[in-house]
């Protein structure tokens, strides 16, 4: 199959999976795995924060920073369109008792005038506001970049009336490898930022939570407490630090072959291509709704290409490392014959 529903579903090479088999490992409840000790400290070095902390995903990520910015009953400011709010299960309401306040942005980004505008809590009706969050690059805006002077720009704000910002940075080297800009130059920006490990940069398992060495320090108690301490878990640790050092770089072919691919869609009638590809997310449309996105699913699937359904009319291809560009040509072709 060739499989685009998302860059999750990269699997380890070799090289990963033997250095899973000789890692080096200890308790990491007791901070004594050192093969998750060096992750953690190559993550916060390469993205300018104090301290970093290995957790079981980006949504434990995330849950892990509402949890220790936040007080119960505060309110988090994010586009209406982040992760956080679409699909991590109402985690925030669910776990750290959070109210969620969305704001429409253009390609991910909120206006900064907006944000300010939303921040509330000087009235004793009002929820106080806790935390700001942003997601770079932003997966429902079709892997859109947020720009690193919309980061300084939102940030001013929060800054000024002392409210935190977390990063949700699922897809943070996918910017660095669209722009050139270093991960630490997003982050910069930023209180506390979130990147998975085991999407387009291809570790089985795995997130990073990144911040100020006093931040990490409750971050690991909530890890705890969510169940989330693992033990010599350094075997998963080791093929992180593989897509770490060695795979930022090959995103850019991702990018490459998602641009190739909108390039060929955009000759076909039938489909519409809903963003401007910048990364390796591509939204297409059909453009005549005599057609069904099922439709098409079914008919790519019969191909042997597999892609995800994302919201009325529209369906996402994701580019990942199981994808050359003798594929993007036979999904072409599949597409091409879609309604012949
Ligand atoms: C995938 C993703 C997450 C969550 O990561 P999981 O490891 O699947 O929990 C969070 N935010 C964004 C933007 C994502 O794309």
Not at 139 to 150: M, T
Not at 168 to 183: C, E, H, S
Not at 278 to 303: D, F, G, P
């Amino acid at each position: 199959m060739i499989d685009l529903r998302s860059d999750t579903v990269t699997k380890p090479d070799e090289r990963m999976r033997r250095a899973m088999y000789e890692a080096e490992v200890g308790d990491d409840v007791y901070g004594e795995d050192p093969t998750v000790n060096r992750l953690e400290e190559r993550a916060a070095e390469l993205l300018g924060k104090e301290a970093a902390l290995f957790v079981t995903s980006g949504t434990q990520g995330n849950q892990i920073a509402g949890l220790v910015h936040c007080r119960p009953g505060q309110e988090v400011i994010l586009e209406s369109q982040a992760h956080i709010f679409l699909y991590e299960g109402g985690a925030m309401s669910a776990l750290a008792g959070l109210q969620l306040k969305p704001i429409d942005g253009l390609r991910g980004a909120m206006d900064p005038i907006h944000v300010e505008a939303a921040i509330r809590g000087a009235d004793i009706h009002e929820p106080e506001t806790g935390l700001i969050c942003l997601e770079n690059t932003h997966n429902k805006a079709g892997g859109a970049v947020l720009p690193v002077e919309h980061m300084k720009a939102i940030y001013e704000v929060a800054q000024k009336h002392r409210i935190p910002v977390h990063l949700d940075g699922a897809r943070l080297f996918n910017a660095q490898a669209a722009t050139g800009i270093p991960v630490s130059e997003f982050a910069k920006h930023t209180d506390t930022v979130q990147f998975c490990l085991s999407k387009g940069l291809g570790a089985p398992v795995g997130s990073i939570i990144a911040g100020s060495a006093d931040f990490i320090r409750h971050a690991r108690k909530w890890r705890k407490r969510l169940g989330g301490g693992l033990r010599q878990v350094g075997v998963l640790a080791a093929p992180a630090l593989i897509a770490l050092e060695e795979n930022p770089v090959r995103l850019q072919e991702d990018h490459r072959l998602a641009k190739q691919l909108a390039e060929g869609i955009q000759q076909l009638d039938t489909f519409h291509l809903v963003n401007a590809v910048e990364t390796n997310i591509l939204l297409v449309e059909l453009t005549n709704s005599a057609h069904t996105t099922e439709a098409l699913l079914a008919h790519l699937k019969e191909h042997g290409i597999l892609a995800g359904g994302f919201g009325p009319g529209i369906i996402r291809f994701v580019t990942n490392n199981g994808i050359t560009e003798k594929d993007i040509q036979l999904i072409l072709d599949a597409l091409h014959q879609f309604t012949e």
